[in-house]
């Protein structure tokens, strides 16, 4: 999981240890930490639809730039964790991009471009998203 992070996101590990017998990390992705804790493989709930995995559906990362959201979704698609058919990106509207994954877990995840200006009031509701390839 820490391997797959740091290949696809260039994150960094800033805290290794284990603490009453397990192990936890924490795995910084720019401003934001992941702090995972090692558990038996046979305990990991594994993938789960929209709206029934539990309060925290997801995580949305932001992209700082349209070429850095485009090789976060190159190397997802390498490391076969894109979620979309065919590696499609979600056009939300508004210029509003979004590529989900899922990680070694199981969890979903969501890059997402927000370019200068635009805002995430301009994004259209799902039934009008279109899927493209930006490539």
């Not at 192990?23 to 401003?31: K, M, N, S």
């Not at 509207?93 to 635009?118: C, Q």
Request: charged share 30%.
């Amino acid at each position: 999981m820490v391997a797959f992070y740091e290949r696809v996101f260039d994150a960094q590990v800033i805290g290794d240890r284990e603490d009453r017998g397990r192990r936890h990390t924490l795995i910084a992705l720019g401003d934001t930490v992941l702090h995972p804790f090692e558990i038996p493989a046979d305990r990991v709930p594994g993938r789960q639809p929209m709206f029934e995995r539990g309060r925290l559906d997801h995580v949305a990362l932001e992209a700082t730039s349209e070429d850095a959201f485009l090789e976060i979704r190159r190397r997802l698609i390498e490391e076969e964790a894109h979620a979309t058919e065919d590696g499609l990106v979600t056009d939300m509207g508004g210029s509003v991009w979004s590529f989900s994954f899922h990680d070694p877990d199981g969890m979903w995840g969501e890059v997402m471009w927000i370019p200068p200006g635009a805002s995430l009031k301009d994004v259209k509701r799902p039934p009008e998203w279109d899927m493209i390839d930006p490539s």
